[in-house]
């Protein structure tokens, strides 16, 4: 074991984030149906060889080769050989030979037999990172993908409510960092200054009351009401697609997220809980799919001509602690304070 270890630089600390969430995309890719899930045994070997590289850079190995049994040796060497770390090497060659296998001549891998090499592989990677940099994988933040500064406040106050045990307020939290991000990347998008290019309903939609004078009275206006409701759920599902969205995993996430009520003069508070006694493996789920949608907008974002009429209220919309008690005067930070302003 080193004696001392150099300082994490913000490189390495990037570095190290992308490892993590090559760690999430792997396990994603080991869920698929076979063999679409051999597929995982590329982003395995991966994620461990760039562990090796990324600690190899940071305590300066001597590496001659980049072999990866000469680049694990070298690596292990200059750790001081931890045990923890030696007694995975069979394990991480044969991992290394599986990806080559299937790589290069088409050998497919069993579903347990990936499931193995990616238990060592998690292993393996949080032992060198605890070794060379005296962290946990665990602590390294996801957040550096999230250009948004109230969106990555909002997952971090997310990820500290989980770790107390507060599910759903955790869980909230991704619901206004979700919505928050959804309607910062569509008010940038308009023609006109006021109508987003994704929008599908008529500006002139009708009111609750035009439905109960078109529905011949209050009951009949009340089954239109529900047709509406159906539309505009479509609507919504219709307008995320377009974004880029995963609607797929957003079914799970609306499913078991809180529905977040927003009002004009108030912080934003709980409303409709869909599923009861969500648990911690509903945050991991909803955490990656709020991470994933903020990388998936980030790829293709740009700005048409931002909304004149439709501005984000980031205090009273998304700030869960807003009172207008407390800023009866006037609140600068409605204004926004998105990187992308």
Partial sequence: ??????????????????????????????????????????????????????????????????????????????????????????????????????????????????????????????????????????????????????????????????????????LFRLRLAFDLAIKEYEVRKTLNGRDSIFKTKPSFFPSVFDLRDLGGGRDGGRHLKRIVEWIEAIDRLTRLGALGIDTQRYAYFDAVAPEAVYFVSDHPTIGRMKFENPTQEHFQASYQFVIDSAIRLATNDYTLKPSAFDHILRDRHFDPNYTSASTSNNSPSDSGNSTED
């Fill in 1 to 170: 074991m080193l004696d001392q270890t150099p300082a994490l630089t913000e490189t390495e600390a990037e570095r190290l984030s992308l490892i993590r969430y090559q760690l999430l995309a792997a396990e994603t890719a080991l869920g698929s149906p076979p063999p679409i899930n051999n597929l995982a045994i590329n982003i395995i070997q991966d994620v461990v060889e760039s562990t090796l590289g990324v600690t190899a850079d940071h305590i300066r190995a001597e590496v001659r080769h980049r072999d990866f049994d000469k680049l694990f040796d070298a690596v292990v060497a200059k750790l001081g050989n931890p045990a923890e770390v030696v007694g995975l090497r069979a394990a991480a060659i044969a991992l290394n030979n599986a990806r080559v296998g299937f790589k290069h001549h088409g050998n497919q891998v069993r579903h347990e037999t990936l499931r193995r090499h990616f238990d060592v592989a998690v292993t393996l990677v949080n032992e060198l990172v605890n070794a060379a940099f005296r962290i946990e994988l665990a602590s390294v933040s996801l957040l550096l993908f999230i250009r948004d500064d109230q969106v990555r406040r909002l997952v971090k106050d997310a990820e500290c409510l989980a770790d107390d045990g507060d599910v759903v307020a955790a």
